[in-house]
């Protein structure tokens, strides 16, 4: 088992930045794929990035690719989202999601593990 607790969210201007934190409970964290997921009002939830085990590998949604950042730091059992050149059409509530495994994955469904999600609101 393992608790995902996310921050960092908030309310930013277009063209701002923000940086999310996952923070994960247990000593196994190492072992955990991560990944990032939102999900905006009317909208199905949708990939944003994951990241491997050891953080060698990463992927990213086409819609954030070059603006945002995922990275992991295992000594501290946390994961960090860095988002850059914030639009509009990013605001949703962001989840952080964990898996056992070792490779980056992309679908919801692989995910076992979520977080209680962070509001992300981007102002035109």
């Known amino acids: 088992q393992v608790q995902l607790v996310e921050s960092g969210g908030g309310l930013v201007q277009a063209g701002g930045s923000l940086r999310l934190s996952c923070a994960a409970s247990?000593?196994?964290?190492?072992?955990?794929?991560m990944g990032w997921f939102r999900q905006a009002p009317g909208k199905e939830r949708e990939f944003v990035a994951s990241?491997?085990?050891?953080?060698?590998?990463?992927s990213y949604a086409d819609s954030v690719k070059g603006r945002f950042t995922l990275s992991r730091d295992n000594a501290k059992n946390t994961v960090f989202l860095q988002m850059n050149s914030l639009k509009p059409e990013d605001t949703a509530v962001y989840y952080c999601?964990?898996?056992?495994?070792?490779?980056?994955?992309?679908?919801?469904?692989?995910?076992?593990?979520w977080g209680q999600g962070t509001q992300v609101t981007v102002s035109s």
């Open positions: 990241i491997s085990r050891s953080g060698s590998m990463t």
């Open positions: 247990g000593r196994t964290f190492s072992t955990y794929v």
């Open positions: 999601a964990a898996v056992s495994g070792f490779t980056v994955r992309v679908a919801a469904r692989q995910y076992d593990y």
